[in-house]
Nanobody
Framework: QVQLLESGGGLVQAGGSLRLSCAAS????????MSWFRQAPGKEREFVAV????????YYADSVKGRFTISRDNAKNTVYLQMNSLKPEDTAVYYC????????????????WGQGTQVTVSS
């Protein structure tokens, strides 16, 4: 089993940046593709980004492409989400997920979730 813990959320103004981290424990981190999802108030949870188990390939939702960057450091059992040029519509709770990239991309995230970290972007 994998345990995930997100951190790095906070309050920023539009145009600012944040870097989220997700630390994994309980099982070898390198065996999973890692992804980020987010959920805004009153909305469904949506896909943000995914990175392959070896970090070789990434994929982003159109809404964040060019602004967000997902990366991972398997030696540290950590995945990151660098968020630049933040917009108010990016406001959400951001969740880390461990799963398999082909399933994530068809709307079927893995079984392992963190508790989430709040990101709030003001106008």
């Amino acid at each position: 089993q994998v345990q995930l813990l997100e951190s790095g959320g906070g309050l920023v103004q539009a145009g600012g940046s944040l870097r989220l981290s997700c630390a994994a424990s309980g099982r070898t981190f390198s065996g999973y593709a890692m992804s980020w999802f987010r959920q805004a108030p009153g909305k469904e949870r949506e896909f943000v980004a995914v990175i392959r188990w070896d970090g070789g390939n990434t994929y982003y939702a159109d809404s964040v492409k060019g602004r967000f960057t997902i990366s991972r450091d398997n030696a540290k059992n950590t995945v990151y989400l660098q968020m630049n040029s933040l917009k108010p519509e990016d406001t959400a709770v951001y969740y880390c997920n461990a799963g398999y990239a082909p399933l994530v991309l068809i709307g079927r995230p893995g079984d392992y979730w963190g508790q989430g970290t709040q990101v709030t972007v003001s106008s």
